[in-house]
């Protein structure tokens, strides 16, 4: 028996081998925490615990600057707006 329950990232189309591992798969179009039916029921306490890591890191660092090496990116997609990278450096600690 077949369940016919659709499961994200496990379209054997877009991703070959979709039950296996692959951490450099490229490309890589998952929807991550998903959308719509296929919303991760944790996605809200990740999005917490996020937030509340940068709270603290801000806390406990007082010299944030922007890193110098490399440009801040946006992700790509229309579906979630914001940074996907954003290089940071610390020029000392205020604990």
Known sequence: MQDSTPVPNACEVDFPDAA??????????????????????????????????????????????????VAPSWNPTGSVRGLATLPVRALGASR
């Open 20 to 69: 296996k591992c692959v951490l450099g798969r490229i490309p890589n179009r998952h929807v991550a925490f998903g959308f719509g039916p296929h919303l991760c029921a944790g996605a809200h306490v990740a999005r917490l615990e996020m937030s509340v890591a940068l709270e603290e890191l801000v806390a406990r660092v007082s010299n944030l600057r922007p890193g110098t090496n």
